[in-house]
């Protein structure tokens, strides 16, 4: 409703500029009087109303249904968290392992064996971030694997570190280290080959490990009882692919943001009236955990007044429940539709011009009496989308709206010869056939580079009035009314003209019968705008062209 009144206005700019290639006065001749008259048809455009509002529809604002009745609808998504932001793994630094002379001298070694092994069979116990956090599996995207080995034996020996419960391609996590004789022998290494590798808990937030050390004779070198080997281990870096368990009652920091409803951007003032407006609330899903969500925060900033008021979410909607996915699900929705039934104050909140959406939530994993088994994977995450649809069914009452133009009348004769004294006067007409449920009283100003006003177009006697199509009961249009209105400039106020610079419009828009019908907007409604100018100019070749 708001594109269609400046394209009357554009009118005007887009003809006046068609008189240029029609007058090329540095060609007449200087030895005659002229009194030219000049009427040349400037435009003629037959628009949809899906043409007026591209404007507004460059982000596919508006939508339409197969009767092609007009949905306007602001979507945004007001918040998206992934699990990994909240969830995650801390590093893992397990207690240092000791291999000690009197576990191979027990065993003979080296004096009747040549060769002698100690195992370390551990369960290992996960630090996690929250001490009710449970984990029963997890599978690696990325991650590091940290060893050193420190030996004064005098003996070579193979060290075997492995994780029977991290697989992959059913083969477990092993790394060895070969060690030397020298009795000061030092390794380190870095490994970061865990992508893809499944660790299983063989009890929760346990991994089992097995260490071996295995020493051979080496000469005749002799084993004391201060020899040993240490070995220290971590993991590091963890992020993870999958993770199953359960995650406790983590509280999820939530952003907040707004939401733009475009369409009161320009309103100065009036009030729309939407038969069936709707404010809806999408929660979305795809971490395989139950969620809670609450609204502490929704506010609606009004373009009326300029002034956010607060408004309460149903108390059946706050807090609500959030559904999860099971397992090989994308994700689930949870949506909360706010209408004239149990939200009835939405009338009033989209009559005072709602130009911002606020919403503040607070959210929490596994809430109270929910028992889904968890997961989490990479790509999981928590969003909110806040949408406004505004069915294009209602009425609206001396809705003010203004634009501004560039129009700088000297570019229109910088390159002729003519002169504002030569013209008597300039005539626009308009031929306006208006298939909209909109009437609309129009006035056009020009103004100065500083925006001071120098004249109108309409006088007060004169306002351009567009009446709206002939509606049938329903409120749609089922026929056109026709506008034919002509604007004459002369004297005083074409040189006025000269100084300006920009225009702009101001509507005042009601819908059929001053606002008080009730109509429906089709992408089929349209306007067809003919508009024509005639130029009445005199010269004198003895004085106007030497």
């Known amino acids: 409703m708001r594109t269609f009144v400046p394209l009357f206005i554009g009118s005007v700019i887009l003809f006046t500029g068609c008189v240029k290639d029609y007058f090329e006065f540095d060609k007449i001749s200087n030895y005659a009087n002229w009194n030219p008259n000049l009427a040349v048809p400037a435009i003629h455009s037959k628009l949809t109303i899906r043409d007026l509002i591209q404007d ?41 392992q000791q291999f000690n002379a009197s576990e191979y001298m027990s065993q003979g070694f080296p004096n009747s064996q040549t060769t002698a092994s100690v195992t370390k069979n551990l369960m290992l116990t996960l630090s996690l971030q929250q001490p009710t956090d449970v984990f029963d599996s997890i599978m690696f995207k990325n991650g590091t694997f940290y060893i050193q080995v420190n030996s004064s034996f005098l003996h070579n020996g193979l060290l075997t570190i492995t994780f029977p419960t991290i697989r992959k391609n059913n083969l477990p996590y092993s790394k060895t280290v070969q060690l030397d004789a020298s009795g000061s022998f030092s390794y380190s290494n870095t490994f970061t080959d865990l992508v893809d590798y499944m660790a299983k808990m063989p009890a929760s937030n346990q991994i089992a490990c097995e260490i071996t050390l295995t020493l051979t004779k ?23 692919k999958i993770i199953f368990g359960n995650f406790g009652n983590r509280i999820i920091p939530v952003q907040e943001d707004t939401v733009n409803v475009e369409i009161f951007n320009n309103s100065l003032g009036g009030q729309l009236y939407f038969v069936n407006p709707k404010i809806k609330i999408h929660l979305y899903n795809s971490f395989g955990v139950p969620l809670a969500a609450a609204f502490t925060n929704f506010r609606i900033y009004s373009s009326s007044d300029q002034t ?71 790509t999981s995450k928590f969003a909110v989308n806040l949408e406004v649809e505004l069915p294009l069914w209602g009425r609206s009452t001396q809705w003010i709206l203004q634009d501004t133009i560039p129009f700088d009348f000297a570019e229109l004769t910088k390159d002729s010869s003519i002169k504002p004294e030569n013209i008597e006067y300039i005539k626009f007409q308009f031929n306006i056939l208006n298939a909209m449920p909109s009437e609309a009283k129009v006035q056009i100003y020009f103004t100065d580079s500083l925006y001071h006003i120098i004249d109108s177009v309409f006088t007060l006697q004169n306002t351009m009035i567009i009446q709206s199509g002939v ?48 109509v429906r907007f089709y992408s089929t409604n349209y306007i067809d705008v003919k508009a024509g100018v005639q130029i009445q100019a005199k010269f004198n070749t003895q004085t106007d062209f030497n």
């Open 56 to 96: 507004y529809d460059n982000q596919h604002l508006f939508v339409e249904d197969s009767t092609n009745f007009l949905y306007l609808i602001y979507n945004k998504q007001v918040f998206s968290l992934p699990a990994t932001n909240f969830v995650s793994i801390p590093d893992q630094n397990f207690p240092q």
């Open 308 to 378: 956010y008021y607060p408004y309460t979410i149903p108390s059946n909607y706050n807090p609500i429940l959030i559904q999860a996915p099971q397992y090989g699900e994308f994700y689930k929705t949870t949506s909360i539709i706010l209408d004239t039934l149990n939200f009835p104050q939405i009338r009033n909140i989209i009559y005072n011009n709602p130009r911002y959406f606020y919403l503040l939530t607070n959210a929490m994993m596994n809430p109270p009496f929910t028992a889904q088994y968890n997961y989490l994977t990479d």
């Open 471 to 518: 509606l049938n009961s329903q409120g749609k249009v089922i026929s056109p009314t026709r506008k034919i209105t002509q604007v004459t400039y002369s004297g005083s106020r074409i040189s006025a003209l000269t100084n300006v610079k920009k225009a702009f419009v101001r509507a005042y828009i009601s819908t059929t019968n001053n606002g008080n019908t009730i």
């Open 218 to 240: 080496t000469g005749s070198n002799i084993i004391l009882p201060t020899h040993s080997a240490s070995v220290d281990f971590q993991f590091s870096g963890i992020q993870y």
